[in-house]
């Protein structure tokens, strides 16, 4: 089942623009991942934020929650052609046993 | 180099064939993961193992089948009961905390001809 829905489904963005990207989930969550996949390829890690926390920042990249809304956002600053990719967010349920539930993503295209 | 493998990368099978994907990892993780992802959408679970000799079914079980006998190892047979094989088949590892997220490999492309 789809915890997760990613907002907007495909993005378009200029080279040094700002894009940012929500999550929507449903349910009681331990803490919420976000995963980056460039065409044909893997997932990687890009941030994990907990459900006791409200922000946090790696690098470019800023993650917000909010539990009451069930709701994520990913802000990618300062945009670059290679962070064309797609963005997942992913679940991690309470009492899932540990295994992650991954939304359908957003397909980002930086421009250069 | 820590990481986690799989192979083939691409792989074609004939309809009523059984074919098996490889997943190893040297990373001494628990948990190990498959996933299927059709084209344009996300990750959906086919089966996941927490500890060796041990797995459970995901979301889409149906038609697929696994083995946890090493720490290291976690193929994926996709049977002939499996109407729809063709996809992109991810397969990942964690550790049993949840901190630093999964691991995945580079993908088997599974095509039926």
């Known amino acids: 089942s789809q915890q997760g829905e990613e907002d907007p489904q495909a993005l378009s963005i200029q080279e040094g623009e700002n894009a940012t990207m929500n999550c929507s989930y449903k349910t009681s969550i331990n803490n919420l991942q976000w995963y980056r996949q460039n065409s044909g390829r893997g997932l990687v890690h890009l941030i994990l934020i907990r459900s006791n926390e409200r922000e946090k920042h790696s690098g470019r990249l800023r993650v917000t929650l909010d539990t009451s809304k069930k709701s994520s956002s990913l802000l990618i600053t300062a945009s670059r052609a290679a962070d064309t990719a797609s963005y997942f967010c992913?679940?991690?349920?309470?009492?899932?046993?540990?295994?992650?539930?991954f939304g359908s993503g957003t397909q980002l295209t930086v421009l250069p | 180099d820590g990481g986690i493998t799989q192979s083939p990368k691409y792989l074609f099978r004939k309809e009523g064939q059984n074919v098996t994907l490889s997943c190893e990892q040297n990373?001494?993780?628990?948990?190990m993961y498959w996933y299927r992802q059709d084209p344009g959408q996300g990750l959906r679970l086919i089966y996941y193992?927490?500890?060796?000799?041990?797995?459970q079914k995901g979301d889409i079980a149906e038609g697929y089948s696994v083995s946890r006998e090493k720490k290291e190892s976690f193929p994926l047979t996709v049977t002939s009961a499996q109407k729809n094989p063709t996809a992109f088949y991810l397969c990942a590892s964690s550790t049993v905390e949840v901190k630093y997220g999964y691991t995945f490999g580079s993908g088997t492309r599974l095509t039926v001809v």
């Open positions: 992913a679940t991690d349920a309470r009492g899932s046993a540990r295994q992650l539930t």
């Open positions: 193992s927490q500890i060796v000799n041990d797995f």
């Open positions: 990373l001494n993780h628990d948990a």
